[in-house]
Nanobody, 127 residues
Framework: QVQLVESGGGSVQAGGSLRLSCAAS????????MGWFPQAPGKEREGLSC????????KIANSIEGRVSISRASAKNMVYLQMNNLKPEDTSIYYC????????????????????WGQGTQVTVSS
C-alpha cells in the first residue's frame, strides 16, 4: 500500500507561481511512476506530468510544457510540481498518484494507469 499526501496549493493571481509537494509513504515496487493530475470542476481528470521512479525520466503534457516542471527528492520520498505563469484555466484540484508496479523506461501521463491516489490540493488562479 502507498499513501500520498499533497500540499502547496492555494490562491494566486494570474502570472504567479506555486510549488506543489507530494509526500509518499508505504511500499512500492522497485519499478514505479509518479504523476500529477489536475481535475477542474465538471471535467475529467487530466494528465499533466509524470516521473519514472527507476529511471528519473520525466514527461510533461504538451499543453503546459514550458510552464511546469516535475522533480523529486528521493531520500525524502517527495515529488514536486513547479508551476509558473499560472493562468485562471489552471484552476483545479491537483492530485498526486503512483503507478506501481511500472517497469517501463518512461512513464505515461494517463490517469487510468495510476492505482494509488492522494486526496488532492486545490489551486485557484484569479485574473
Amino acid at each position: 500500500q502507498v499513501q500520498l499526501v499533497e500540499s502547496g496549493g492555494g490562491s494566486v493571481q494570474a502570472g504567479g507561481s506555486l510549488r506543489l509537494s507530494c509526500a509518499a509513504s508505504g511500499r512500492t515496487s522497485r519499478g514505479y511512476a509518479m504523476g500529477w493530475f489536475p481535475q477542474a470542476p465538471g471535467k475529467e481528470r487530466e494528465g499533466l506530468s509524470c516521473l519514472t521512479g527507476h529511471t528519473g525520466l520525466t514527461k510533461i503534457a504538451n499543453s503546459i510544457e514550458g510552464r511546469v516542471s516535475i522533480s523529486r527528492a528521493s531520500a525524502k520520498n517527495m515529488v514536486y510540481l513547479q508551476m509558473n505563469n499560472l493562468k485562471p484555466e489552471d484552476t483545479s484540484i491537483y492530485y498526486c498518484a503512483v503507478e506501481s508496479p511500472f517497469y517501463g523506461a518512461g512513464c505515461y501521463i494517463d490517469p487510468q494507469r495510476f492505482n494509488y491516489w492522494g486526496q488532492g490540493t486545490q489551486v485557484t488562479v484569479s485574473s
